[in-house]
Nanobody, 126 residues
């Protein structure tokens, strides 16, 4: 079992930046594909970004491409999401997710992930 805990959310003005962290425990995530998703109340969960096990392959949702960067530090068992040029429409609860793999594959669909954190709120004011 892997436990995931997100942190780093908060209130920021439009145009600002935040860095989210997702700390994993229970097992090393070295061979896990990881991802970030977000969800606003009343809306479906939206794919944000994904990264393969060694960080060599990343993929982003169209709405965040060029503004967000996903990265990982396997030595620290931690996933990151650097968010820049934030917009009010980025407001949501952000979740990290993990799936054991060990290949170059990454995943963009929430149902493909096995483990989820509890989420961290990001609010962007205009």
């Amino acid at each position: 079992q892997v436990q995931l805990v997100e942190s780093g959310g908060g209130l920021v003005q439009a145009g600002g930046s935040l860095r989210l962290s997702c700390a994993a425990s229970g097992r090393t995530i070295r061979t896990y594909a990881m991802g970030w998703f977000r969800q606003d109340p009343g809306k479906e969960r939206e794919f944000v970004a994904a990264i393969n096990w060694n960080g060599g392959n990343t993929y982003y949702g169209d709405s965040v491409k060029g503004r967000f960067t996903i990265s990982r530090d396997n030595a620290k068992n931690t996933l990151y999401l650097q968010m820049s040029s934030l917009k009010p429409e980025d407001t949501a609860v952000y979740y990290c997710a993990a799936r054991p793999t060990g290949t170059e594959v990454l995943f963009t669909i929430s149902e493909e992930y096995n483990y989820w954190g509890q989420g961290t709120q990001v609010t962007v004011s205009s």
